[in-house]
């Protein structure tokens, strides 16, 4: 077997970046995705208005998003915030080849998804308390009760059981949580 046929059958590990809202994942998504080309990012599926803004993600209706858990579409679905979200098993098509495929999960899905994919990490990202408040009012999707209850949920523990958690602090600059990142993905490489 050629060395370039062993790099395409090779597969990345799926790892799922988590944290409270408004603590930057989507943010901290992206620029690990621009600094490694071969790390890609998993779209999710969510039963969100397509105007809601945010991440990049494929907004469904209800209906359609039980259509595709009927068809099996899904590697992993769950409900958080009063919306269904979906991880299309395509997303071990994306992890051939790949340094790694990024994944937004919730906490209450991971020890699910540590038992669907055969090699999956957990970058568990926080922020201090303050930095949340201020995050989430700026961005403007929740009203202020929604905003309370993400705050109180922030601090939730990860569950206990998973293998592989590493934790980055974005309470400051993004280029520094960056750099921690990128640091403990390729040390899991190694």
Known sequence: ???????????????????PSGVGKDSLMSGLAVADPR??????VITRA???????????????????VRA????LHWQAHGLHYGIPRDIEK?????????????RAVLLQAQE????????????RPEVLAARLAGRGREDAAEVERRLARA?????????????????????AALVQAQAIIQAART
């Not at 397509?50 to 595709?68: K, R, T």
């Not at 669907?116 to 926080?126: A, G, K, L, M």
């Not at 059981?161 to 280029?175: F, I, P, Y």
């Open 155 to 175: 601090s939730l523990a990860l569950p206990d059981g998973l293998r592989q958690v590493h934790e980055v602090d974005n309470s400051g600059d993004l280029c």
């Open 39 to 44: 790390l890609r990012s998993m779209r999710r």
């Open 1 to 19: 077997m050629s060395a370039l046929a062993d790099k395409t059958q090779h597969k990345g590990p799926v790892i799922a970046v988590v944290g």
């Open 116 to 127: 669907v994919f055969d090699d999956f990490r957990v970058i568990s990202v926080t922020a």
């Open 72 to 75: 099996d579409v899904f590697a």
């Open 94 to 106: 994306l992890r051939l080849g790949a340094s790694g495929v990024l994944v937004n999960l919730s």
């Open 50 to 68: 397509p105007e809601a803004g945010g991440e990049d993600y494929q907004p469904v209706s209800e209906a359609e998003f039980a259509a595709l």
